[in-house]
């Protein structure tokens, strides 16, 4: 069967492109840009579970996540975090904060309702992603 990300992905993030060692989904929430970058190795659940060529292609990917949101706007600050308490399956979040934003300075994980992109941002980002 392959590489297939969780299912829970599916509830609130979009495909959004495919790096060389990850699958990237858009975070479908308007309050912060935000990427997850999910290596397609079958039964990661750890970074220790990754080869050590694969731990510095996430590096890069994720650095080159981060540059890819200051991109798409304001950003101050990043937050990277593989926490995978409610998925388990291996994966980085790359979330751009702001100073204004509704939760700075705390963590973004588990507060408040997520706020849908309007369909044609949405579409926008997307772009952006697949062509960054």
């Not at 989904?25 to 935000?34: G, M, T, V, Y």
């Not at 994720?62 to 998925?87: D, F, M, P, S, Y």
Request: glycine share 10%.
């Amino acid at each position: 069967m392959g590489f297939q990300p969780a299912p829970a992905f599916a509830a609130g993030s979009v495909a959004a492109a495919e790096w060389p060692l990850c699958h990237v989904r858009l975070q479908d929430d308007a309050r912060f840009p935000w990427l997850i970058l999910i290596p397609r190795v079958e039964g990661a659940v750890e970074l220790e579970d990754l080869g050590a060529e694969q731990r510095a292609v996430l590096m890069e990917e994720t650095v080159r996540a981060g540059a890819l949101l200051r991109r798409l706007g304001t950003v101050e600050k990043l937050n990277v975090g593989a926490i995978g308490n409610v998925t388990a399956q291996l994966h980085v979040h790359v979330v751009g904060r702001r100073r204004d934003d509704d939760l700075w300075p705390d963590p973004v994980w588990g507060r408040g309702p997520a706020v849908a992109y309007e369909a044609e941002e949405r579409a926008r980002l997307l772009e952006v992603v697949a062509a960054g």
